[in-house]
């Protein structure tokens, strides 16, 4: 099994507040991504990182933001939160071998009121 | 651009037969890798099995295997002695190889349920 955690597991919060979605993994892995997922639905990457101080937007647009200070944490932030937020969101990390999967966390369940 | 389509919203089975999900895409690479990813109802997303496009043997995993036609762009995932375990949500993935950057490229999923 992948070391690779994400906090918290819910979260219900009101709109307008400031939220980050911690992500953490041990394994050392220089490549890390951020999916958005609806119930029932497929993986859209909205964030990724190769390395510390790397970060690229993804396939689908995001409000969102990252960032990438050290290797083992990639936190993605929400400055002000809608309903338009709520969703699955998925943290993923991988070694740089070609042929290496990406391992996923939990995922966090985000629910804006 | 790469996509890949799963063209089975819904499948069902039951215990101890055997299933075929489907997944196609479409690409002008050759060189390039696919996955089947397992996500149980919320549960973590893990790994079933991987597929490398430069080899011709059907990768197999225990009771899952591939049957991969890379010249018509069809890479199904066949699962043997269904358990009741093996319900759940199955994405087909698809990512660039050689010096591409591999971010992955998911279908929109099969539903897998076991009947008992």
């Known amino acids: 099994e992948a070391d690779i955690y994400q906090t918290p597991r819910y979260l219900v919060i009101g709109t307008g507040k400031k939220i980050t979605l911690e992500c953490s993994q041990t394994m050392g892995h220089d490549k890390m991504y951020w999916y958005q997922q609806d119930p029932g639905m497929e993986l859209h990457l909205i964030h990724y990182?190769?390395?510390?101080?790397?970060?690229e937007k993804g396939d689908l647009s995001s409000e969102s933001t990252v960032s990438r200070i050290r290797t083992e944490h990639f936190p993605l932030t929400l400055e002000s939160a809608r309903p338009s937020h709520t969703s699955q969101y998925l943290c993923a990390s991988r070694s740089g071998g070609s042929n290496q999967p990406q391992h996923f966390g939990d995922g966090t369940r985000l629910s804006i009121l | 651009a790469q996509t890949v389509t799963q063209s089975q919203p819904e499948m069902s089975v039951q215990e101890a037969e055997t299933v075929t999900l489907s997944c196609t895409y479409d690409?002008?690479?050759?060189?390039?890798?696919l996955f089947w990813y397992k996500q149980p109802p919320s549960r973590q997303m893990i790994l079933v099995i991987r597929?490398?496009?430069?080899?011709?043997q059907n990768a197999t995993e225990n009771r899952f295997s591939v049957n991969f036609q890379k010249a018509a762009k069809s890479f199904s995932l066949k699962i043997s002695d269904s358990q009741l375990g093996d319900a759940a949500m199955y994405f087909c993935?698809?990512?660039?190889?050689?010096?591409?950057?591999?971010?992955?490229?998911f279908g929109k999923g099969t539903k897998l349920s076991v009947k008992p």
């Open positions: 990182s190769y390395g510390v101080n790397s970060t």
């Open positions: 993935a698809y990512r660039s190889g050689g010096g591409s950057q591999g971010n992955l490229i």
């Open positions: 690409t002008s690479e050759s060189d390039y890798y």
């Open positions: 597929q490398e496009a430069y080899k011709q």
